[in-house]
């Protein structure tokens, strides 16, 4: 996506044209590159050939190797939304966001360009020196690219990266509950996660959480994201960086409280932008839940889970095909994922190359063993990938760490290939 820049006049570093620019957190693409949000390289083969925004959502929730299935729990959950969900254990908000419809742009909307977007973040900015200035506008060419404004702002006390990004969600919808539902600890640690309710009904969502999940720098990474009953969805993002990956430390936290970060989010200025955005019948219809919601297949992978293993832990998305959950059988505790998904056919090349199997049914099997994805020292994940003659696949992977993201528990996850390979393959999935 070309990136529009431009140079800040009075308020502006001198120095604004030099260093290298963070970035762009926010587009219309998934943001599944970097190490906060790592997903494993045949996840995104096969999501490069999905269907429609909920199909592509789906298979980039592919657990191929094990990991992409839970890599869009990021910080803040939000930092996804409302191109995604995000996979999560922790209880969701009530929620106030009424099913209305929010207002649609017209032909005699006033375009918005990216100087707009990057000036109005700086006048809600406390004063300070900003520079490293870029953004994005309303494009009616492009309305599923978002609008959004990125700056360096230095309050005297060291640079910080401060983004902003505005779309909209369907009011009451999935996007709309997953922008502010907190992440789950189990993939995405974080300090605190604060849900609030508005006078007007919005609902948002402050993260303090940090860029790398494995915290192998210090980088902080804090979030806030707005969903009012109208659909506006706004997202900010603040790091204690001048930028949000290979820059060092510049301060101990980001110069924004959580208070201030509610406050820029919730700031009437950014509904306006959302209104201005053309109408796409692709943002505004809820797309079809998937057949086998999260909690069903929590149930059906804890009975099939074997004896002698005890389930500690569980999390799982109402609206997805994906659940997790801990076990313990008295020697560590082990991390078990799956995906359960229909209509993957079409990728069953990328999906199974050299090395896997054909069963007698038809049924394509791969096994692999490789090391963690998340940086958690000695963690190593297997993984069984099975897909039937008529594109249902499951895929289930097993760490020796109850977490991807800490240390091993133990040498070997608490499952042999075997039992993987069996769980898989249980005609339990089809009921």
């Known amino acids: 996506m070309p990136v529009e820049q431009r140079h800040n006049d009075s308020n502006s570093d001198s120095n604004s044209d030099n260093g290298q620019a963070f ?52 910080v803040g959950g939000a930092l996804l939304v ?15 966001v009424s099913t209305t419809p929010h207002p649609t742009s017209s032909p005699a909307t006033r375009a918005i360009t990216s100087d707009e977007m990057i000036s109005t973040l700086e006048k809600l900015l406390p004063k300070g020196k900003f520079s490293m200035a870029q953004g994005r506008g309303v494009d009616a060419s492009e309305p599923l690219v978002a609008p959004y404004a990125q700056v360096v702002y230095d ?54 959480g940090y860029e790398y999940p494995d915290r192998r720098v210090d980088t902080k990474l804090w979030t806030a994201n707005l969903v009012t009953p109208d659909g506006h969805h706004v997202s900010v993002s603040e790091w204690n ?71 500690v832990a569980h999390g799982s998305d109402d609206d997805s095909q994906f659940t997790y959950v801990v076990v313990d059988d008295g020697k560590g505790r082990s991390l078990l994922q799956i995906n359960v998904q229909p209509d993957m056919s079409d990728v069953a090349g990328q999906l199974f190359g050299a090395g896997s199997e054909t069963l007698s049914d038809g049924t394509r099997v791969a096994e692999r063993k490789q090391p963690g994805e998340k940086g958690g020292p000695g963690v190593v994940m297997w993984t069984v990938d099975t897909l039937r003659t008529d594109g249902f696949r499951v895929v289930i992977s097993a760490f020796n760490s109850g977490s991807q993201q800490t240390a091993a528990t133990r040498t070997a996850p608490a499952l042999t290939m075997k039992q993987l390979r069996a769980i898989a393959l249980s005609p339990r999935w089809r009921s």
Request: proline residues 8%; glycine residues 8%.
């Open 241 to 311: 960086a001048a930028a949000e990956k290979d820059a060092p430390v510049s301060r101990d936290e980001p110069p924004l409280s959580a208070a201030q970060l509610k406050e820029l989010a919730a700031a009437q200025d950014w509904r306006g932008v959302v209104d201005a955005i053309p109408e796409d019948s692709r943002q505004t219809q809820e797309p079809p839940m998937a057949q086998e919601d999260g909690k069903a297949i929590r149930r059906t992978l804890t009975s099939l889970v074997p004896k002698g293993l005890k389930v």
């Open 23 to 74: 970035e762009v957190r926010f587009s219309a693409a998934l943001h599944d590159a970097g190490d906060t949000f790592d997903t494993d390289r045949g996840a995104l083969v096969a999501a490069g050939t999905v269907r429609g925004r909920r199909l592509r959502l789906r298979r980039r929730t592919t657990v191929l190797g094990g990991a992409a299935g839970v890599a869009l729990a990021g």
């Open 155 to 208: 309050d005297g006390h060291g640079a910080s990266a401060i983004s902003v990004s505005v779309n909209r969600v369907l009011p009451g919808g999935y996007d709309a509950r997953q922008a502010v539902r907190c992440p789950d600890k189990v993939y995405t640690p974080y300090d605190s996660c604060t849900t609030s309710h508005l006078p007007d009904a919005s609902v948002v969502t402050v993260v303090k």
């Open 82 to 96: 409302p191109w995604s969900g995000t996979p999560s254990g922790q209880p969701r908000p009530p929620s106030s």
